[in-house]
C-alpha cells in the first residue's frame, strides 16, 4: 500500500514485532520468534522434543538445536512441516542427527505441469520481492520477520520428509504428546495445522499470523483460493485453543482474543473478496476494482491487519484473474496492438521522445511519481533505450518505496531501480 511514511510505518512494525523471543507459553511448549524469518515451536515429550518447522537456514538451526540442548535437554525425535516454503523448512538440516521422523502433508492440487520452465523468472522476481541483493539499511525487514538468513551467505538445509500424509487429518500420539495434524489449505495447498488437546495449544503456520496476508505473492504463483482460505480459518476458529502459535510474529493468547483475532483476519479477507466478486459482476474491470476496494477503515486500523507484507491492492488483481482470466469485457482489448507499436504512435502523439522525456521530469518534480513510471516505460516500450529515462525511472522507484508498506512492494521497488542503474 502506497501512503505517507509508508517506509517509516514499515521499519516501526519490524522493530516492534522482529525481536527475538523464546516464550514458554504453556509448560513444555516454546514459541521461538525472531531467531529466523520464520518461527518454530518447540514440544516436549516424555523423552524428546517434537519440533514444528525449522527456521530457514542451516545455521539458524544450529542455533535453536543449542537451545533445544541446554534449556530443554532432550533430543528431537520428531519434525513437522506445516508447510513447503522454504523458510519453514530450511534450517532442517542441522536437526537429522538424531535421526528424527519428518512429517509433512502433500498437497491437494498438483502444481501446474511445465512450471519448472518458469524458474529463471520465478527466481529473478523472487529475488526482487524479498529483496536478496538489497543493503540491510534498503531492506529494513522481509514485512512478517527477520531477513532470510540467505541473504547473509547463509545456507538452506532443506530434508524431504519422511511420513507424508495423503489424508486431511491425522491424530498421533507421540512420546506422550496427543496431536491431531488437520489440512488447511491456505497460503499454501500443502498447509496444515496441529491442534494439542490437552494443552489447547493451536499451531496454524502461516494461516494467520499478525499482518495482512500474501494472498498474492508479486513473485509470481498458482493462485491462493481465498474461498478455501476462508475455510481453513473457520476451522482454526472452532478449536477452543487458549494458545494461538503462528508461523511468523507473536503468539495470541487467550480464548477471546484468539478469537476476535480470527474473526476478524477472517472478515476483512472476505469482506475484499466479495467486494470483488460484486464489482466484477457489474462489470468492472480488474484496474477499476484495484483502485475503489480496499481494507475497510475497521480493518485498516487494527495493530495485526496492516498491510506489512499482502497488500489489498494486489488481492484485487489476483481474485479478478483467476475467477474471469485476463480479459476485462472492453473488445477493445481483444486484440490490442503491440506494447511497441502503441508506444511509438503515443509518443508521436505527445509530441516526440523529448516531450515525453519533458513531461516525465515534469511528473517527478510535481512528485507524480506514478506517472512518472509510465511516462518512462512509454519510451522504453517503443525502444528508447534512454540512459536518462532509466535514470529517472530509477529515481521514481526509489521515491515510491518510500511510501510502500508492504516489505515485498518496497524491495520490488528498490530491486527493480537498481537493475536499472547497473
Not at 176 to 195: A, F, K, S, Y
Not at 214 to 236: E, V
Not at 384 to 398: F, N, V
Request: hydrophobic letters at 35%; proline letters at 4%; a negative charge.
Amino acid at each position: 500500500m502506497l501512503t505517507e511514511k509508508g517506509s517509516q510505518k514499515l521499519s516501526d512494525f519490524t522493530e516492534k514485532n522482529s525481536h527475538e523471543n523464546y516464550v514458554e507459553v504453556t509448560k513444555g511448549i516454546w514459541h521461538i520468534s525472531g531467531l529466523g524469518h520464520s518461527n518454530a515451536i518447540c514440544i516436549e515429550g516424555n523423552s524428546s522434543v517434537i519440533l514444528i518447522d525449522t527456521l530457514d537456514s542451516f545455521e539458524r538451526g544450529k542455533i535453536l538445536l543449542q537451545f533445544i540442548r541446554e534449556r530443554i535437554g532432550k533430543s528431537i525425535s520428531t519434525v513437522i512441516y506445516t508447510h513447503g516454503h522454504p523458510d519453514h523448512r530450511g534450517g532442517a538440516g542441522a536437526f537429522i542427527e538424531s535421526n528424527p521422523e519428518i512429517i509433512a502433508f502433500a498437497p491437494i492440487t498438483p502444481t501446474l505441469a511445465k512450471t519448472a520452465m518458469l524458474q529463471d523468472i520465478q527466481n529473478q522476481r523472487g529475488s526482487r520481492q524479498f529483496g536478496y541483493t538489497l543493503t540491510d539499511e534498503e531492506n529494513i525487514s522481509q514485512g512478517i520477520g527477520r531477513r532470510e538468513g540467505i541473504a547473509y551467505g547463509e545456507q538452506r538445509a532443506f530434508v524431504p520428509p519422511t511420513t507424508l500424509y495423503q489424508q486431511d487429518s491425522v491424530v498421533r500420539e507421540i512420546d506422550g504428546v496427543n496431536l491431531e495434524l488437520i489440512r488447511v489449505p491456505g497460503e499454501t495447498e500443502d498447509q496444515i495445522m496441529i491442534w494439542l488437546p490437552d494443552r489447547k495449544v493451536l499451531c496454524c503456520g502461516d494461516n494467520y499470523y499478525g499482518c495482512f496476508p500474501n494472498l498474492y505473492a508479486i513473485r509470481g504463483g498458482q493462485y491462493r483460493d481465498l474461498a478455501l482460505w476462508l475455510q481453513s480459518l473457520d476451522k482454526l476458529a472452532a478449536y477452543p485453543a487458549e494458545y494461538l502459535l503462528p508461523g511468523h510474529t507473536a503468539a495470541v493468547i487467550g480464548r477471546d482474543q484468539i478469537q476476535e483475532v480470527l474473526l476478524d483476519f477472517r472478515n476483512a479477507i472476505d469482506d475484499i473478496l466479495t467486494r470483488t466478486l460484486q464489482g466484477m459482476n457489474l462489470g468492472k474491470s480488474a484496474d477499476q476494482l484495484a483502485a475503489e476496494i480496499g481494507l475497510k477503515p475497521e480493518y485498516a486500523a487494527l495493530p495485526y491487519l496492516g498491510e506489512f507484507y499482502g497488500c489489498a491492492e494486489w488481492t484485487v488483481r489476483a481474485v479478478y484473474s483467476a475467477y474471469l482470466g485476463w480479459f476485462d469485457g472492453n473488445p477493445t482489448h481483444l486484440h490490442p496492438l503491440p506494447p511497441r507499436e502503441k508506444a511509438e504512435k503515443t509518443i508521436a502523439l505527445m509530441g516526440g521522445i523529448q516531450s515525453v522525456l519533458d513531461a516525465a521530469k515534469k511528473a517527478f518534480s510535481t512528485e507524480e511519481y506514478q506517472w512518472c513510471l509510465e511516462l518512462c516505460d512509454l519510451l522504453l516500450d517503443a525502444g528508447q533505450e534512454i540512459t536518462e529515462a532509466k535514470i529517472l525511472k530509477a529515481s521514481a522507484l526509489r521515491v515510491l518505496a518510500e511510501y510502500e508498506t508492504s516489505a515485498n512492494g518496497r524491495h520490488y521497488y528498490i530491486a527493480s531501480a537498481k537493475e536499472l542503474t547497473e
